[in-house]
């Protein structure tokens, strides 16, 4: 698959589990993204890697933990989640390293803590 | 801290019509300015886009227009069509910022 994918596409886990999400860009691109999108509300910018360095972390708890280990991958790590924390998590990428230009996409993964 | 406002939130026309959505923004650094589309169970896709250097730019049966004193920008869809029912998002962002603002969305729906 070409462009921008995500495993798991679907994620139902107790409040105790620990998991992973996984994001993968074959474009070739600097900057790596992670976002949440709740029904009715606005794309919430999580996190951003450029580079595999960390530039922005919105404000988000500590039990989203993401990882970079190389400009391809990201990861967002789980543990102790709240059922508020249900969403749609949706991965990016970007080529332009200076922060503006067409961000992809990947089809996300649906999380319900339950 | 910095927002973009998006109006309206449900927009529902008639095939054939055009349609309007208009987005306001808080960061005067801001300087590109992107608009995605979002299908139902799709991830979202870039549409248009412009940057704060130009006031007005077209793709075929979309425009976007940029007012920067006023700090707002919309999407014009003329001829709308069924396939065009969708999410759209209006996002802002700034050069060395990496930090999108994203609107909340406009519902369209246009009818047959």
């Known amino acids: 698959e070409t462009g921008v994918t995500q495993t798991p596409r679907h994620l139902v886990m107790g409040m105790t589990n620990k998991k992973s999400l996984k994001c993968e860009q074959h474009?070739?691109?600097?900057?790596m993204y992670w976002y949440k999108q709740s029904a009715k509300k606005p794309l919430e910018l999580m996190f951003v890697y450029n580079f595999k360095e960390q530039t922005e972390n919105n404000s988000v708890p500590s039990r989203f933990s993401p990882e970079c280990p190389n400009s391809s991958h990201l990861f967002l790590h789980l543990h102790t989640l709240q059922p508020e924390d249900s969403a749609l998590y949706l991965c990016?990428?970007?080529?332009?390293?200076?922060?503006?230009?067409?961000?992809?996409f990947g089809p996300g993964t649906r999380l319900t803590v339950t | 801290g910095e927002n973009v406002e998006q109006h309206p939130s449900t927009l529902s026309v008639q095939e054939g019509d055009s349609a309007v959505i208009k987005c306001t923004y808080s960061d005067s650094a801001s300087n590109y300015f992107p608009w995605y589309k979002q299908e139902l169970g799709k991830r979202p896709q870039l549409i248009i886009d412009i940057r704060s250097n130009v006031g007005e730019k077209k793709d075929q049966r979309i425009a976007v227009t940029l007012n920067k004193t006023a700090k707002h920008f919309s999407l014009h869809i003329t001829e709308t069509q069924p396939e065009d029912s969708a999410v759209y998002f209006c996002?802002?962002?700034?050069?060395?910022?990496?930090?999108?603002?994203f609107g909340a969305g406009t519902r369209l729906f246009v009818k047959a």
């Open positions: 474009l070739g691109h600097n900057a």
């Open positions: 996002a802002a962002s700034s050069t060395g910022g990496f930090k999108t603002i």
């Open positions: 990016a990428s970007s080529q332009d390293s200076a922060g503006t230009g067409e961000q992809y």
